[in-house]
C-alpha cells in the first residue's frame, strides 16, 4: 500500500500545538550498525484534539513519544511544542505523561508516591493533598492509597501512573497504552474520565494498540509502519468514501424479503445475516428498501470500525 504523502492539513494549522517536520532518527551500536526508528515523519496536531497514535510493534510510536517529550534528539528533522523545541517546552512547562511501563518505588505507600510526583512537578506544597486527593477520588483508589505499590494490582498501578499524569491540570497529556491492564470497568471508566478531560486548550495524545479505544476516543488517528507516516485517519464517517464494507444485520422479522434487498447477503446465524456494501449510502439505500417490503431490522453493525479498516490496509493487512 503506497504510504500517503504527508502534507499540511490546514484545517488544523490555526492553533498549533505539536509538529514534526520531517523527523527521522537512527540508532547507531558501538559495532557501526544502524537502525531507522523514524523516517521523514511529518505531522501537526492541533490544540483542543484528542488525537490518537496506532502501529504494529515496533512501528515507531515509543521513538516518536521519546523525541517529543525531549528524551531523544532527532537525527533529522524537528520536533515542536507551541513554536518552541520540545525539549525547551517541557523544561519551561510540562506535560502530563503515563509512560507504557510504569516504574514507580515499590516499597513507597501509593499516596506517598504521589505525593512525591506532585512535589517534583512544581505544585506547591499547600495545593499538594488537595491535588492528590482529588486523583485518587478519580482513579477510583482511596481504599488502596495506604498499600505499598508492590502490593498493587497491575490494573491498580496502571490507575496509580493515570493518577500521576493528571496531578497538574497540564495542557498537553500524552498517554501510552493507558488502558493497558484494566478491566472492563476501568476501561469504560477510562472513556469517561478523557472526556471530562477534553477542554478547548488542552490536547492529549494516546498511544494504543487498542483500535476500538482510539475509534471512540480520538478526533484523528495517525497510523505509522516502519517509522513511516502511513495515513492520518478521522474516526468520524465519511459518506463520501467508497470502499467495500461488510456489516452484520439482524433482523427480528421478514427474513423472506432480505435478498431482495441484499441479493447476496450470507446467513451467519439465527435471524442475523452479513453484507457487503460500498459505502454507507448504499447500506441506508438497501436498509430502506428492506424496511419498506416488511423488515424489521434489529441492528447493523459494521464487521470492523473505520481505523480497524484504514488500519488493514495501511499496514498492508487488508482481507
Partial sequence: ??????????????????????????????????????????????????????????????????????????????????????????ERNGIGYLSELIAINPKW???TALVRYATLAGIPSSQIPARVDAVIEKLGLAEHRDKKVKALSKGNLQRLGLAQALLREEQILVLDEPTHGLDPVWTQRFRGIVDELRRPDRTILIASHNLDELQRLADRVAIIDHGRLQRVVSTGFDHTHRAATRYRLTL?????????????????????????????????????????????????VPERSVLEQQFREAVGESQ
Avoid: C, W
Fill in 252 to 300: 427480528a422479522s421478514g427474513h423472506e424479503r432480505m435478498r431482495e434487498s441484499f441479493p447476496l447477503a450470507e446467513e451467519a446465524g439465527k435471524g442475523e445475516y452479513d453484507v457487503t456494501v460500498g459505502s454507507i449510502k448504499e447500506l441506508n439505500t438497501a436498509l430502506a428498501d428492506l424496511i419498506s417490503r416488511g423488515g424489521l431490522v434489529a441492528s447493523v
Fill in 109 to 111: 505507600r501509593a499516596d
Fill in 1 to 90: 500500500m503506497e504510504s500517503l504523502p504527508p502534507t499540511r492539513d490546514d484545517s488544523y494549522s490555526a492553533a498549533l500545538v505539536i509538529e514534526f517536520r520531517q523527523v527521522g532518527k537512527t540508532y547507531r551500536s558501538l559495532l557501526g550498525n544502524s537502525v531507522k526508528a523514524v523516517e521523514e515523519f511529518s505531522l501537526q496536531v492541533a490544540e483542543g484534539e484528542i488525537f490518537g497514535i496506532a502501529g504494529p510493534n515496533g512501528a515507531g510510536k515509543t521513538t516518536l513519544i521519546a523525541m517529543m517529550l525531549g528524551y531523544l534528539r532527532p537525527t533529522a528533522g524537528t520536533v515542536e511544542i507551541k513554536g518552541l523545541p520540545a525539549r525547551t517546552y517541557v
